[in-house]
Structures are given as C-alpha cells and as structure tokens.
C-alpha cells in the first residue's frame, strides 16, 4: 500500500504562483510513475504532468511552459511548482501513483482575476 498526501494549494492572484507536494509513504519502492491531475468543478479530471523513474516529464499542452514537475527522492515527495497561474487553472489537484493506481485526497487551487 501507498499512501500520498497533497498539500500546498490555496488562493491566488491570476499571475502569481503556487508550488504543490504530493508526499509518498509505504510501499514506494514499487512506484513506477507519478502524476498529477486536475479537475475543475463540473468538467472531467485530466492530466497534467507526469515523472517517470528515470527523471522523464510530459506535460499538458495547457500548462507547458508554466508548470514543472520534479521529486526529491530523499524525502519521497514529488512536486508541482505552477507559474503564471490563470484563472483557468482553479481546479482539485490530485497527486497519483503507478503501480497500480494510487491517489491522493486532492487540495484545491483557487485562481483569482
């Protein structure tokens, strides 16, 4: 079993930034790919960025350029650090891990005009 745990979201200007955590406990050695989803309110979840074991990211076209995934391994936690934030990006933000299908309780970014 894994357990992760989001934190780090809250209210922002539009312009401004947020860095969120996803911080992993239990069986992690087993964990293959970590990722991020969002889902606003009323619309369905959809990916946002995505590390591999090896250190590889992808990203959504909606947020390259802005958003960088990355992990510290010593602390078993993977990060999303969000730029330039739109009100676009107000959404649950769930942290996710693979294998086999892990998911976190969400924080919520709010995204100010």
């Known amino acids: 079993q894994v357990q992760l745990v989001e934190s780090g979201g809250g209210l922002v200007q539009a312009g401004g930034s947020l860095r969120l955590s996803c911080a992993a406990s239990g069986s992690i050695a087993s964990i293959n790919v970590m990722r991020w989803y969002r889902q606003a309110l009323g619309k369905q979840r959809e990916l946002v960025a995505v590390?591999?074991?090896?250190?590889?990211?992808n990203y959504a076209d909606s947020v390259k350029g802005r958003f960088t995934i990355s992990r510290d391994n010593a602390k078993n936690t993977v990060y999303l650090q969000m730029n330039s934030l739109k009100v676009e990006d107000t959404a649950v933000y769930y942290c996710?891990?693979?294998?086999?299908?892990?998911w976190g309780q969400g924080t919520q970014v709010t995204v100010s005009s």
């Open positions: 590390i591999m074991r090896d250190g590889s990211t």
């Open positions: 996710n891990a693979l294998p086999p299908d892990y």
